[in-house]
């Protein structure tokens, strides 16, 4: 594991918390960017990506 995908991962989830409960488009879109970095950091380290719907809790 690299030390550069966990802080992408955990930048991610930090952007996409901020963001995923706003209605404006400006929001949805920093939550996707903030899905699409803590996946990228996920791969780098060899694990999957997330693909369950963001805030239902479902784990992988």
Do not use: C, Y
């Amino acid at each position: 594991m690299s030390i550069e995908g966990k802080a992408k991962e955990a930048a991610g989830f930090v952007k996409e918390e901020l963001n995923e409960h706003s209605d404006t488009p400006e929001a949805k879109k920093k939550a996707q960017e903030g899905r699409d970095l803590r996946n990228e950091g996920r791969i780098e380290d060899g694990k999957a990506p997330k693909t369950t719907e963001p805030g239902t809790g479902a784990k992988e």
